[in-house]
Each structure stands twice: as structure tokens, then as C-alpha cells.
């Protein structure tokens, strides 16, 4: 039972990414071809709607919008509808945590530090990974600002958690790992492990051969 439980396991934390992912890309795709899709219909002449075409026209509409917001007039609308949302009770502590977290991680941000640190904690040997959220002591809360300290966000494996913890710059070490990888490797507690080059994972494929051959 416990050689059949452990396969089961493995094959589910295999298979479980592969499904949520594409589980919500079909999401995306179903209800763009929904809503798009059926206002198409209420334009088009009959018979001359196809399957897909809501799909087609949600990707337009994203490009498009993406296209406009480089322009200063549109910048300057979404400012003021974004404002309307701070004011709402509820709605503006939801929508300013999601917008946060997505304007963090968006390719446009310019980032002040290296995102991706190694913090010492306390005078041990140990080690966290973390991401610097501000480096700029005057973007921080009055009394909270020390200076030569960044904010840095250190996330718990397993959970959407973490902690935003005000450390001196010189007990940070930037790593050479993007957003990306850093956030899949803490997530997951280092089961996955860091990913290698090409070389190394020749140089262990070596390895790994010359033991077998040598049993």
C-alpha cells in the first residue's frame, strides 16, 4: 500500500500543474468565446459566425488595450477610474493588493535592486531566499525607514504567505535567479531544485552513468 500510495502521489503532483494550467487557459478561451463570441453574433449576419472567433476577438481586444495605454490620454482615464476604486470601502484593499502584485512582477516596472535575494538570518549560517519590494528608503512609512535598509518579501513554502521584513543592505546577497525561478523554487520548498545548464547537466549525466557501469 505504501509502494502504491507513493505512486499515486507522484503521479498526481506530476500531473496537477500540467491540468490547472490547462484547465485555465481553457477557462480564458471558453469565456472569451462567450461573451466576445456573442456579441459577434448580435453583429454579424447569420452564417457568417464561426467557432473561435470570440477567442480571436479577446486577443485583439487585449493588444489593442495594450497598445493604448502607451498613449497619455488613456493613461490619464484609467488614473482617474483607478482613483474612483480607492475610494470604494472593500474594493480598493482588494484591488489595490491584486494591482500591486501584478504591477510587481509586470516587464514595464522598472525595478531599483536585484529582485532576488539571498537574506542571512540573524548571526547564523542560514539562508532565505527573498525579493526586494523597495530599495528606496523615502518610498517607505515615516519611522520605518531606515536608511541603508530595503524591504524585503520572504515567502513560506507550500502557501500564499510571507513577510515584508525591513533588512540592512549588507545582510542581502543578490542571486543570479529570476522572478520566475526563485518563486517556483521557495514555493515548492527546493523539491523541484534550481534549474541547470546544459553543461552541468551533461557533467551529471556522466556521473551518474559512470556509477552504474561502476556496479
Same mark, same amino acid.
Given at each position: 500500500?505504501?509502494?502504491?500510495?507513493?505512486?499515486?502521489?507522484?503521479?498526481?503532483?506530476?500531473?496537477?500543474?500540467?491540468?490547472?494550467?490547462?484547465?485555465?487557459?481553457?477557462?480564458?478561451?471558453?469565456?472569451?468565446?462567450?461573451? /466576445? =463570441?456573442?456579441?459577434?453574433?448580435?453583429?454579424?449576419?447569420? =452564417?457568417?459566425?464561426?467557432?473561435?472567433?470570440?477567442?480571436?476577438?479577446?486577443?485583439?481586444?487585449?493588444?489593442? /488595450? =495594450?497598445?493604448?495605454? *502607451?498613449?497619455?490620454?488613456?493613461?490619464?482615464?484609467?488614473?482617474?477610474?483607478?482613483?474612483? /476604486?480607492?475610494?470604494?470601502?472593500?474594493?480598493?484593499?482588494?484591488?489595490?493588493?491584486?494591482? $500591486?502584485?501584478?504591477?510587481?512582477?509586470?516587464?514595464?516596472?522598472?525595478?531599483?535592486?536585484?529582485?532576488?535575494?539571498?537574506?542571512?538570518? =540573524?548571526?547564523?549560517?542560514?539562508?532565505?531566499?527573498?525579493?526586494?519590494?523597495? #530599495?528606496?528608503?523615502? *518610498? /517607505?512609512?515615516?519611522?520605518?525607514?531606515?536608511?541603508?535598509?530595503?524591504?524585503?518579501?520572504?515567502?513560506?513554502?507550500?502557501?500564499?504567505?510571507?513577510? #515584508?521584513?525591513?533588512?540592512?543592505?549588507?545582510?542581502? *546577497?543578490?542571486? $543570479?535567479?529570476?522572478?520566475?525561478? #526563485?518563486? *517556483?523554487?521557495?514555493?515548492?520548498?527546493?523539491?523541484?531544485?534550481?534549474?541547470?545548464?546544459?553543461?552541468?547537466?551533461? #557533467?551529471?549525466?556522466?556521473?551518474?552513468?559512470?556509477?552504474?557501469?561502476?556496479?
Amino acid at each position: 500500500m505504501r509502494f502504491i500510495s507513493r505512486n499515486i502521489l507522484t503521479g498526481l503532483l506530476t500531473i496537477l500543474p500540467v491540468v490547472l494550467t490547462v484547465y485555465l487557459l481553457y477557462w480564458l478561451a471558453i469565456s472569451s468565446e462567450a461573451v /466576445l =463570441g456573442g456579441l459577434i453574433q448580435l453583429v454579424l449576419p447569420e =452564417g457568417m459566425y464561426w467557432p473561435g472567433m470570440g477567442i480571436v476577438a479577446g486577443l485583439i481586444v487585449v493588444f489593442v /488595450l =495594450g497598445l493604448l495605454m *502607451r498613449a497619455y490620454v488613456v493613461q490619464s482615464l484609467f488614473a482617474m477610474a483607478e482613483r474612483l /476604486l480607492y475610494r470604494m470601502p472593500f474594493i480598493k484593499s482588494v484591488y489595490g493588493a491584486i494591482r $500591486d502584485f501584478f504591477n510587481y512582477f509586470a516587464p514595464s516596472t522598472e525595478k531599483d535592486y536585484k529582485q532576488v535575494v539571498a537574506v542571512n538570518i =540573524g548571526d547564523t549560517d542560514m539562508q532565505v531566499i527573498g525579493f526586494v519590494t523597495q #530599495a528606496i528608503p523615502e *518610498r /517607505l512609512p515615516e519611522g520605518f525607514n531606515e536608511p541603508d535598509s530595503i524591504l524585503v518579501y520572504l515567502p513560506l513554502s507550500y502557501m500564499i504567505g510571507g513577510y #515584508a521584513v525591513l533588512i540592512p543592505r549588507h545582510k542581502v *546577497r543578490p542571486l $543570479d535567479m529570476n522572478m520566475e525561478e #526563485a518563486m *517556483r523554487f521557495t514555493l515548492t520548498a527546493g523539491v523541484i531544485g534550481a534549474p541547470i545548464s546544459s553543461s552541468d547537466s551533461k #557533467a551529471a549525466k556522466k556521473k551518474t552513468e559512470g556509477q552504474v557501469k561502476g556496479k
